[in-house]
């Protein structure tokens, strides 16, 4: 057989800062894993780049005991109709006020959290969290009953059996209909495995939970597939609205989606 080797080089210049052979080791390591990050291949070490490799280890230790510290918290995002103007519900959005360091951006952590698997135990407390608030809300007046919260969930997640048992469980406590639960799943991340997506999703369906693939249209994904999933809604992503008007070329393929 033939096999074909890639490879990936990072560079630290010897500088008088330095004061073991370990430290430009340490540097040069720190660029190749920037390399492989980036698929560059070959990467020259920079002071920032041993700042992101630092900033990202420290938030890999520090977010298991995220949860215990009671740093985490849901925000709630509302959701309009267009119809009418009412409420609808509410998108469920994770945020990290670190102890320390304040807030952390969601585009800083939710890539280590899903990378190292911390996203599973995480999405589960959200999913307790979410269920009671909108339990809690819809109790609050017989106008609230028809609510919803919409929840991100992890491609990594679906492809775990345990997240039927979380959704269930998340459901009972709180006394929540499943019809008031909306899960949203990347249309990257459905497409992945897209037989295991398939196969998840019908499952979730079938507790009565609605379905959602959250930005549309960046996700290469194959039409013969997502006629299979079996969701209730499909959000357009940004990149597609955000330059329609009336002579915005995007607004034909907004109305081809629709």
Same mark, same amino acid.
């Given at each position: 057989?033939?096999?074909?080797?890639?490879?990936?080089?990072?560079?630290?210049?010897?500088?008088?800062?330095?004061?073991?052979?370990?430290?430009?080791?340490?540097?040069?390591?720190?660029?190749?894993?920037?390399?492989?990050?980036?698929?560059?291949?070959?990467?020259?070490?920079?002071?920032?780049?041993?700042?992101?490799?630092?900033?990202?280890?420290?938030?890999?230790?520090?977010?298991?005991?995220?949860?215990?510290?009671?740093?985490?918290?849901?925000?709630?995002?509302?959701?309009?109709?267009?119809?009418?103007?009412?409420?609808?519900?509410?998108?469920?959005?994770?945020?990290?006020?670190?102890?320390?360091?304040?807030?952390?951006?969601?585009?800083?952590?939710?890539?280590?959290?899903?990378?190292?698997?911390?996203?599973?135990?995480?999405?589960?407390?959200?999913?307790?969290?979410?269920?009671?608030?909108?339990?809690?809300?819809?109790?609050? @007046?017989?106008?609230?009953?028809?609510? &919803?919260?919409?929840?991100?969930?992890?491609?990594?997640? *679906? $492809? !775990?059996?345990?997240? /039927?048992?979380?959704?269930?469980?998340?459901?009972?406590?709180?006394?929540?209909?499943?019809?008031?639960?909306?899960?949203?799943?990347?249309?990257?991340?459905?497409?992945?495995?897209?037989?295991?997506?398939?196969?998840?999703?019908?499952?979730?369906? @079938?507790?009565?939970?609605?379905?959602? &693939?959250?930005?549309?249209?960046?996700?290469?994904?194959? *039409? $013969? !597939?997502?006629?299979? /999933?079996?969701?209730?809604?499909?959000?357009?992503?940004?990149?597609?609205?955000?330059?329609?008007?009336?002579?915005?070329?995007?607004?034909?393929?907004?109305?081809?989606?629709?």
């Amino acid at each position: 057989n033939k096999i074909n080797i890639g490879i990936n080089i990072g560079i630290a210049p010897c500088l008088p800062s330095y004061e073991t052979p370990e430290d430009i080791l340490r540097d040069a390591d720190i660029a190749m894993h920037h390399a492989k990050e980036r698929g560059s291949g070959v990467e020259m070490f920079s002071p920032n780049l041993r700042s992101r490799f630092v900033q990202r280890a420290q938030i890999e230790a520090e977010l298991p005991f995220a949860i215990e510290r009671g740093e985490l918290s849901m925000h709630y995002q509302p959701l309009i109709s267009l119809k009418d103007g009412s409420l609808i519900g509410f998108e469920a959005l994770l945020r990290w006020f670190h102890s320390d360091r304040g807030f952390i951006p969601p585009v800083e952590f939710i890539p280590v959290a899903e990378e190292t698997g911390h996203i599973i135990p995480i999405t589960t407390w959200i999913l307790k969290e979410t269920c009671a608030q909108l339990a809690r809300w819809q109790k609050l @007046s017989y106008a609230n009953r028809q609510l &919803i919260v919409s929840v991100n969930i992890s491609g990594k997640h *679906l $492809s !775990y059996q345990s997240l /039927l048992v979380d959704v269930e469980m998340a459901l009972e406590s709180a006394k929540l209909s499943p019809s008031s639960l909306k899960l949203e799943i990347t249309e990257s991340a459905a497409m992945e495995d897209a037989e295991q997506t398939i196969r998840m999703l019908s499952h979730l369906k @079938s507790l009565g939970i609605q379905l959602s &693939i959250d930005d549309f249209g960046t996700g290469y994904s194959s *039409l $013969s !597939y997502l006629h299979r /999933l079996p969701v209730d809604t499909l959000k357009i992503d940004r990149s597609f609205v955000n330059s329609v008007g009336e002579n915005g070329e995007d607004s034909a393929i907004l109305q081809t989606i629709i």
